[in-house]
Each structure stands twice: as structure tokens, then as C-alpha cells.
């Protein structure tokens, strides 16, 4: 069955790095893109970036361009996510998502358990 | 515009139908796909390409669009199905993904 596991919560001070991961099993690793997205408390769903496994550029949301990489491990099936000069207001639980479909029509069919990232000096 | 507009919150008496839109330029373009996440859990997928269900998914979910505006009803709401709902499409201009900004369902 399909799965996406992420690592655990992270806590960090201001202007911190984090990175957490997405490990994937039960299709073929290349054949979807991985999006990340993120929720902060109380706030809605905000898209964050995407990454084809199988090669390409990843794309980020215009606002956290500059501070987060995608990345993967095609040995691993594992999907990475890097942001960086952590900020208050980047604290959130960060899921990763599976995307399925073609054409106009792109949904998220699974889903990681998230990981909560706690930026506080 | 990237925006997709959603009701914040709606209430509907069990057993009763609900509808909530997700209003945007973005969906002349692409199909709107709807999640469902209830608290301390991650979303989960109820709609894509406009009106088909996951598997799993029961068949009270309904989708449907017209121009800029798409909508999820529920026919016969049960409790199980109070949650927050979100539209999600692609921006035309950019391709980028962009989710709306969440309706709130309680069923009373």
C-alpha cells in the first residue's frame, strides 16, 4: 500500500535551518511528484513547493523562494525538504503529498502524517 | 488572480444538504480538487476532476463547476463530516498550486 512517512518535530530558534523528510513506499518512487504543504495554527492549507523524483527542477511558492530546497533520493525514495532563516511566522505543520492525475485535472491522493516545525527563540 | 474565495464557515442540520464554493479565475483552467482535514490529522482527498470520489470516499460528496466557481455538496450530512474543506487548483499563469481559503462545516 501506498505510504508516505515523515520524520519527526523539529524546534529551532530564529535564522535556523531545518530539513525533514518524506520517505515513500508502495509504487514507484519516480513516477509521481511529491509536494510539500504546510499549515500554520489556526491558519489554512498554503502550498510550499513540488519535485518531480524522477528528475527536473523543483518549484516553491513565490514567497519562500530563496529560503527552501526540495530534494530527493532516488536510492532512498526519500524526499527532502530545506528551509532556511527560520522565521516565528514559519512555524507549522508541514506535510508532504503525492500527486496523481494529469491534464488539468492534479489532485493529492496520499498524504504524510506531517511534521510540526517550531520556530522559537 | 491565484486567490480561490471559500465561505469560511457554514452549518447544516444533520441529515440535511450543504453546499460550499471555491470561487477563482484559476478554474476556467484547471479542475478543482477538494480536501477534506479534520484536527490534528492530515487531509484527506473527497473530489477531483471535479466530480469523482476517492474510494472510500461516500457517495453524499458531490461535485460540480461552472465558470470560475466550483462547489462540494453533501447530501445527508452526517456528523463524521464536520470538518474544514479546501479547493485546491493550479494558477493559470504560473502553473503553481494555490489552495482556497477554507470553509469550516458544522454539522448541528
Known amino acids: 500500500q501506498v505510504q508516505l512517512v515523515q520524520s519527526g518535530a523539529e524546534v529551532r530558534k530564529p535564522g535556523a535551518s531545518v530539513k525533514i523528510s518524506c520517505r515513500a513506499s508502495?509504487?514507484?518512487?519516480?513516477?509521481?511528484?511529491i509536494h510539500w504543504v504546510r499549515q500554520a495554527p489556526g491558519q489554512g492549507l498554503e502550498w510550499v513547493g513540488i519535485i518531480n523524483p524522477g528528475g527536473g527542477s523543483p518549484k516553491y511558492a513565490q514567497k519562500l523562494q530563496g529560503r527552501v530546497t526540495v530534494t530527493r533520493d532516488t536510492s532512498t525514495n526519500v524526499v527532502y525538504m530545506e528551509l532556511r532563516s527560520l522565521m516565528s511566522e514559519d512555524t507549522a505543520v508541514y506535510y508532504c503529498?503525492?500527486?496523481?492525475?494529469?491534464?488539468?485535472?492534479?489532485?493529492?491522493?496520499?498524504w504524510g502524517q506531517g511534521a510540526l516545525i517550531s520556530v522559537s527563540s | 488572480s491565484s486567490e480561490l474565495t471559500q465561505e469560511p464557515a457554514v452549518s447544516v442540520a444533520l441529515g440535511q444538504t450543504v453546499r460550499i464554493t471555491c470561487r477563482g479565475d484559476s478554474l476556467r483552467d484547471d479542475y478543482v480538487s477538494w480536501y477534506q482535514e479534520k484536527p490534528g490529522r492530515a487531509p484527506v482527498l473527497v473530489l477531483y476532476?471535479?466530480?469523482k470520489r476517492p474510494s472510500g470516499i461516500p457517495d453524499r460528496f458531490f461535485g460540480s463547476s461552472s465558470g470560475i466557481t466550483a462547489s462540494l455538496t453533501i447530501t445527508g450530512a452526517q456528523a463524521e463530516d464536520e470538518a474544514d474543506y479546501y479547493c485546491?487548483?493550479?494558477?493559470?499563469?504560473?502553473?503553481?498550486?494555490?489552495f482556497g481559503t477554507g470553509t469550516e462545516v458544522t454539522v448541528v
Open positions: 503529498a503525492r500527486e496523481a492525475g494529469e491534464g488539468a485535472s492534479r489532485f493529492f491522493d496520499y
Open positions: 508502495g509504487y514507484t518512487f519516480t513516477s509521481y511528484y
Open positions: 485546491k487548483c493550479r494558477d493559470s499563469r504560473t502553473r503553481l498550486y494555490v
Open positions: 476532476g471535479e466530480d
